[in-house]
């Protein structure tokens, strides 16, 4: 069973046609790797579909105009996994 | 359908929020500039607006599932296809289905029917943004007591 870094690296690679090899757990999908939004909607859509979530996206952004969170928080790639890991661990709670 | 407005929707024959299904109708105007240029001595709806017409029975649909109190914008559409042509005064019906609700954001199916059979079909992205203004609110909402659905916007809607 694939990791949960490994799934989303694999849907960035394929969905923005990035090379899977130069996507790492400390990327940032934003500033390293030139992810759009509009592209991180076709990526949220992807892994929700795949984790049977719902990224809470809306949320993040506020909380990064807000100055609560950084990007960093949610979009390196480890980071992302890790709440990923934590919203699939609360939707089976 | 009012091209020169953007209204492409004329009405919304069936709402369903249980199964975030709607169901809308047009009719293509006689005559128009659009038909002017597309093409000269041979009229034919564009496909890229009968792809707005999916996106605005899609909006309609979404904003309805959230209570109008949130704006839709197309954001993307994929495996766009327009099977055979459309003319001027054909009344077409339009169906859209969500098929996935996102934060900010939401994924529609969406189909034109001509007589039964279908003449176009696309999947939708469309982005669920709060309303960038009250006037922009309140035409969307006269513009859905326009195309049939009062009850949904209503201000306390």
Known sequence: ????????????????????????????????????????????????????????????????????????????????????????AAKGA | MRLEYFQLIDRVIELNLADRTIRTETTIPTTSTVFEGHFPGYPLMPGVLLLETMAQTSGWLLVAMNGFKR????????????????????????????????????????????????????????????FPNADMEKQMRDQAIRVGLTLEARADG
């Open chain 1, 1 to 88: 069973m694939s990791s949960t870094f490994d799934t989303i690296a694999n849907i960035i690679a394929e969905t923005c046609d990035i090379p899977r090899d130069t996507i790492t757990p400390d990327s940032h999908a934003i500033n390293d790797l030139g992810i759009d939004s509009l592209d991180f909607l076709d990526i949220a859509f992807a892994i929700d579909k795949a984790f049977g979530i719902k990224l809470p996206l809306e949320q993040w952004t506020q909380e990064v105009n807000d100055g609560k969170a950084t990007t960093d928080q949610y979009f390196v790639l480890k980071n992302l996994s890790a709440r990923i890991d934590e919203l699939v």
């Open chain 2, 71 to 130: 704006a839709t914008f197309l954001a993307a559409a994929k495996d766009a296809k327009f099977r055979t042509f459309v003319r001027p005064s054909e009344r077409l019906t339009i169906e859209a289905k969500c098929t996935h609700e996102g934060s900010g954001y939401a994924i529609t199916e969406a189909k034109i029917f001509r007589d039964g059979k279908k003449v176009g079909d696309a999947t939708l992205t469309m982005s669920v943004l709060d």
